[in-house]
T-cell receptor, first 115, second 114 residues
Framework: AQSVTQLGSHVSVSEGALVLLRCNYS??????LFWYVQYPNQGLQLLLK??????LVKGINGFEAEFKKSETSFHLTKPSAHMSDAAEYFC?????????????FGKGTKLSVKP | EAQVTQNPRYLITVTGKKLTVTCSQN?????MSWYRQDPGLGLRQIYY???????DKGDVPEGYKVSRKEKRNFPLILESPSPNQTSLYFC?????????????FGPGTRLTVL
């Protein structure tokens, strides 16, 4: 069965520093991959998605993620953190060719940004 | 405004008292889904629907029912709620199959079962 692992339930960075949130998936076949963001007291919003086009995917708010098949990873990065980036981030995977309606989420990483 | 709405937003109930959480989308989306969010566990899919009259179990369907009689509505039914169903629930919709398209999430329903 598909699974998603997000390393680090909490990540803290200083404003202006690099943001790196890690996501690894388990699948013998490259799946479809997503990053969602949840701001306090809100629902989830799509940041970016990988669906087998370019391996480097650019999303909203300056975030990007790189799909690395050899490492089964899809880490999320942003060169310079802003206070407004403080939120919880979820990596999610959907099986290619599998149960098309089933989306598996990681447990989330809470990002704090210090002034 | 394109959106997914959920009602109620907050609900406190007692064990065994049947309840329904409604979900409605105005984007003519085919796909709809319910998730629960618990601290340290992330989001887990309860049920999903690929289209009208087509529903399927997600990862944690026990204790829940759904129906999809109309394209826009996807209610979540708890026939006999128990305290372990205390959680934050999200409804989501997507234009077509989830593996391609963005899912739009509702604002959430915080349920407490005493």
């Amino acid at each position: 069965a598909q699974s998603v692992t997000q390393l680090g339930s909490h990540v803290s960075v200083s404003e202006g520093a690099l943001v790196l949130l890690r996501c690894n998936y388990s699948s013998s076949v490259p799946p479809y991959l997503f990053w969602y963001v949840q701001y306090p007291n809100q629902g989830l919003q799509l940041l970016l998605k990988y669906t087998s086009a370019a391996t480097l995917v650019k999303g909203i708010n300056g975030f990007e993620a790189e799909f690395k098949k050899s490492e089964t990873s899809f880490h999320l990065t942003k060169p310079s953190a802003h206070m407004s980036d403080a939120a919880e981030y979820f990596c999610a995977v959907s099986e290619r060719g599998g149960s098309q309606g089933n989306l598996i989420f990681g447990k989330g990483t809470k990002l704090s940004v210090k002034p | 405004e394109a959106q997914v709405t959920q009602n109620p937003r907050y609900l406190i109930t007692v064990t065994g008292k049947k309840l329904t959480v409604t979900c409605s989308q105005n984007m003519n989306h085919e796909y709809m889904s319910w998730y629960r969010q618990d601290p340290g566990l992330g989001l887990r899919q309860i049920y999903y629907s690929m289209n009208v009259e087509v529903t399927d179990k997600g990862d944690v369907p026990e204790g829940y029912k759904v129906s999809r009689k109309e394209k826009r509505n996807f209610p979540l039914i708890l026939e006999s709620p128990s305290p372990n169903q205390t959680s934050l629930y999200f409804c989501a919709s997507s234009l077509l199959a989830v593996f391609i398209n963005e899912q739009f999430f509702g604002p959430g329903t915080r349920l407490t079962v005493l």
